[in-house]
């Protein structure tokens, strides 16, 4: 149950299908091509009316000071909405933290949401689109869910037109990556010609095109693999154990550290989970499928 006057809004996880690595640009970020792919991995953030702005999480590692992403996008919204009164911000996180797969990123994304839901702010999807883009490239993704194409820093997101669900087990390693130290890693391994981009972003959607899983298996690719391999040489006992338990593919879930693996169906990923789980590389799995939903209010 929530209080009274709150919302409750759901938000999922990505993985990405295909991301391929462009150079570093003036503002810090590298040029992406990519195919995301939301994954009913969700947190829920529930936001209610408060005396203060405010935001708890019992997961570690996760900050409730005013660094927190999720606060951060209430306030950027409440810059622009007259009717804006301060809230307390709680997340209830299933999306792993520094996993590479947008969490802190989804949770902003719940938070305008819910915001503007409470606030009754007006502002379009369109439009809280754009404020998602200014505090990160993948918040805008998180609102927008399903499977898409991102261009620039992976915030330009258009839809792609699939009906083919995909079911993955995550595999959880112990430690988390961090997002730069890994885009630095591969600048560092690609100046000494240590790393190449091998990513096909047309095969990936063709195959997505074709609805078969083995197609979409062979063309899964992630430019930042190499250079999070090389960070956390430890990923390797993760992919090969993957490989025994016979997934169909393979590959880190954006900058990592966790690792998405391909089954065939929703039993073959029960199966693929309890080998993973039980191979001595993972700290935990979780069996999933996707496309989800984008952020959307399930209570309130
Ligand atoms: O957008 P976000 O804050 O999640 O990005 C975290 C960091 O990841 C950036 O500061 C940058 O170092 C790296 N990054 C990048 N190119 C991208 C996205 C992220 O270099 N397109």
């Known amino acids: 149950m929530i209080p009274a006057g709150a919302v409750k809004v759901r938000v999922p996880a990505k993985i990405n299908l295909a991301l391929a690595v462009g150079d ?55 810059n622009e909405c007259q009717a804006a009164f301060p809230v307390s ?28 839901a409470l606030w009754r702010s007006g502002h379009t999807r369109e439009e809280l689109g754009a404020i998602a883009a200014e505090l990160g490239a993948d918040v805008p993704f998180a609102l927008h869910g399903g499977t898409a ?14 009906r083919m669900e995909l079911h993955w087990v995550i595999a959880l390693p112990g430690g988390g990556l961090s997002t730069p130290a890994v885009f630095a890693e591969l600048d560092r391994l690609r100046a ?32 930042l693999q190499a250079a999070a391999i090389s960070l956390a040489p430890d990923l390797r006992r993760t992919f090969r154990a993957a490989k025994e338990a ?32 039980g191979s001595g590389t993972v700290a935990g799995v979780r069996v999933v499928h996707g496309p989800a939903q984008g952020a959307r209010i399930i209570e309130g």
């Open 24 to 78: 570093l640009r003036d503002d810090g970020y590298h040029d992406l091509l990519t195919v995301f792919h939301a994954v009913n991995l969700c947190d829920d953030v529930t936001i209610a009316k408060s005396a203060r702005w405010s935001v708890k999480c019992e997961t570690p590692d996760v900050p409730t000071d005013s660094t927190n992403l999720a606060l951060r996008a209430a306030r950027r919204l409440a």
């Open 89 to 116: 911000i709680s997340i209830a996180k299933a999306i792993p933290v520094a996993g590479g797969m947008a969490g802190g990123s989804a949770d902003a994304a719940a938070a305008l949401v819910g915001c503007a």
């Open 149 to 162: 194409i991102g261009v620039n820093r992976g915030d330009s997101i258009s839809p792609v037109l699939t």
């Open 192 to 223: 000494q010609g240590l790393a190449e981009s091998s990513t096909d972003l047309q095969a990936v959607l063709k195959a997505l095109t074709s609805g078969d899983v083995g197609d979409v298996g062979q063309a899964l690719g992630n430019d």
């Open 246 to 277: 016979e997934a169909v593919a393979a590959l880190l879930c954006g900058s990592g550290s966790s690792i998405a693996l391909l089954c065939r169906d929703a039993d073959d990923a029960e199966d693929i989970a309890l080998q993973m789980a």
